[in-house]
């Protein structure tokens, strides 16, 4: 899987590290629900540092989209939903 | 649906857009590459807006720190004639700039992060643009317009996702240096209109002509001073006369003789 975080490039990486994301993405999932800057700030910046510890870093010349993508580090709620459109919601 | 997965498809939704305007589709190879290089005179030239807006910021931080220690100069100055009334009033005055420059220094380190921030972006979506050149020989040469389709559109979706988050960075990148040259404005006008100027600097700045008006009277004093004195001060007065520096000159050139 290539994951992308924004402003910093892509990383690749195998199921097993995977797995490991997807709970810490659960938890920003559940960031992204409530208000608290804080509490996504810290959630947010989990699954980050998740992504570059369990990944490689994707050659930087090569041509390839994202499975995922994840908003830069210091993106705030405010921000996170702007990028996902005005109702914050992408069908499907 | 996770945040991950929801950006990730907007990011799609965008590329296929670009991609159903196509009619031959190797004609998008080549759209796409005008675009990518549109693109990457896009970057540089903001790269180049966010330096030029962060050396403004330093030149006025650099305003600021010399109005400060001048004022300290001053309220240095006031303390040694027991002036205590003007020393305090320079140094308030000081605190009020420390506050403006720490202030900018907060916004300097800012406009230093998106200035790094776009430089590697640039780089990144450099290094893609050549590669899609590569590519982009290589599929009109090999393949026909029916096989191509599919690695046109990996290709093209691939570097549409790159400048996606490089039109990111852009934006953030200009939305702060806006935010600068406003607040850098601000400054300026209040420099220009001689709010904080006349604070502490001109020959109108009250301090300065308190100061002015004691020195003159203790400078005449000293220089009387001195010439009842006579030769005496005027040897610890910095003034390096030929008489005195002329055998400093012979031992120097003696040492590095020494040396050779």
Known sequence: MIVRILGEGQYDLDEAGMAKLNELDAAVEAACQGTDETVFEAALAALLDGVRSLGTAHPVDAIDSSDLILPGPGSTLAEVSEMLGDEGLIPG | ?260
Do not use: C, H, W
Request: hydrophobic share 35%; net charge negative.
């Open chain 2, 1 to 260: 649906m996770s945040v991950m997965k929801r950006l990730s498809l907007v990011f799609k939704a965008k590329a296929n857009k670009a991609l159903d305007k196509a009619e031959d589709p190797r004609e998008v190879l080549d759209y796409s590459y005008q675009k990518q290089l549109q693109m990457l005179q896009q970057v540089r030239r903001g790269v180049a807006d966010v330096a030029t807006s962060r050396k403004r910021v330093e030149l006025q931080i650099n305003g600021l720190k010399q109005q400060s220690d001048k004022l300290t100069q001053q309220a240095q100055k006031a303390i040694e004639m027991n002036r205590e009334d003007l020393a305090r009033e320079a140094l308030t005055r000081k605190s009020g700039l420390t506050s403006q420059i720490n202030d900018l220094s907060t916004q300097l380190a800012t406009l230093q992060g998106e200035e790094e921030k776009l430089t590697l972006a640039q780089q990144r979506l450099q290094a893609k643009v050549e590669s899609f050149r590569t590519k982009k020989e290589t599929i009109k040469a090999t393949y026909t317009a029916a096989e191509a389709q599919t690695r046109i559109n990996e290709a093209v979706s691939g570097i549409g996702e790159e400048m996606g988050d490089v039109g990111l960075a852009m934006q953030r990148a200009e939305d702060k240096t806006l935010e600068m040259q406003a607040r850098a404005g601000a400054v300026d006008e209040l420099l220009a209109s001689g709010a904080l100027d006349d604070l502490t600097a001109g020959p109108t700045d009250d301090i300065t002509r308190q100061l002015d008006a004691l020195s003159s009277t203790s400078d005449v004093e000293a220089e009387l001073a001195a010439l009842k004195g006579l030769s005496s001060p005027q040897q610890t007065q910095a003034l390096p006369g030929a008489d005195t520096s002329s055998p400093v000159i012979d031992v120097d050139a003696t040492e590095k003789k020494a040396e050779q």
